[in-house]
């Protein structure tokens, strides 16, 4: 393969969730870069379409679709409105997600919240991926890519849920690979501490020092970091790669003990 094929995304369709903001907006940017079409998938559609407007700018498609991955209707329409506007799709980032990882008290939340780990990391990829994957073959060209965490295998007190939620995700595209190859690909991202809105809500010179004790990369992940491990396993580069889980986390973890 040609240097200037590796990383050629020219015409492919990419649905990104979450891809308002943060780590989401930086891959739907680099993808459009590399010629793919993109769908923005968020709860905020308003600041979908704002991303919708700079991906314009580099001289792809764009749309903006409000989406809650929680409910199944909306994750349909997803794919339903992009098969409409583009054809087919391509790629997958399920890049939404959350919990309460940090706040999993055991004896002060309920089954409930633990539930709703699952529902937003497993439960709405795997979705997602059953939905899209038979356009992806037909199309004959198809990569998924996961959202998972450094909590998926790091141990911290008040993480039960989140953190399982996320090994469920990476044993998942292990065995999903099998499920879907030859002619689909599925990956998951381990982000390590990544600079976004949510963690400059809580980071303060002390934690970050304490954060970088073990990181051989003296800093933090940018949420470029993370949209260019995510690029690789999209783009032609990794053909020969499935089921794999990549932690982009400057080689350490940034836990607090």
Not at 56 to 68: F, K, M, P, S, T
Not at 99 to 108: D, H, K, L, S
Not at 211 to 222: E, V
Request: with cysteine; proline share 3%; aromatic share 6%.
């Amino acid at each position: 393969m040609k240097m200037n094929e590796l990383f050629n995304l020219k015409d492919k369709v990419a649905i990104v969730t979450g891809g308002a903001d943060g780590i989401g907006k930086a891959t739907a940017l680099l993808l459009a870069e590399a010629g793919a079409h993109i769908v923005i998938a968020d709860l905020n559609i308003e600041k979908a379409q704002k991303v919708v407007e700079e991906v314009e700018q580099i001289g792809v498609r764009a749309l903006a679709v409000q989406c809650n991955i929680l409910d199944d209707q909306s994750l349909v329409d997803l794919v339903d409105l992009t098969v409409k506007n583009f054809g087919t799709v391509n790629i997958l980032i399920n890049n939404a997600g959350g919990g309460g990882g940090g706040r999993e008290n055991p004896f002060q939340i309920t089954i409930d919240d633990i539930k709703r780990d699952y529902e937003l990391n497993v439960f709405s990829g795997w979705r997602l991926s059953q939905l899209c994957v038979p356009h992806m073959k037909k199309s004959g060209y198809g990569s998924i890519v996961m959202t998972s965490s450094m909590s998926s295998k790091n141990t911290s007190p008040d993480m039960s849920g989140y953190g399982s939620s996320k090994a469920a995700v990476n044993h998942m595209v292990a065995n999903l690979a099998f499920d879907f190859g030859p002619d689909v690909r599925i990956n998951a991202v381990g982000p390590g501490a990544t600079r976004t809105a949510a963690l400059a809500s809580v980071l303060t010179p002390e934690i970050e020092a304490r954060m970088l004790q073990h990181t051989p990369i003296k800093r933090l992940g940018t949420a470029d970091d993370i949209a260019g491990a995510i690029l690789y396993l999209a783009a032609p580069i990794s053909s020969w790669v499935s089921g794999q889980t990549i932690f982009v986390n400057g080689g350490g973890v940034q836990t607090l003990d």
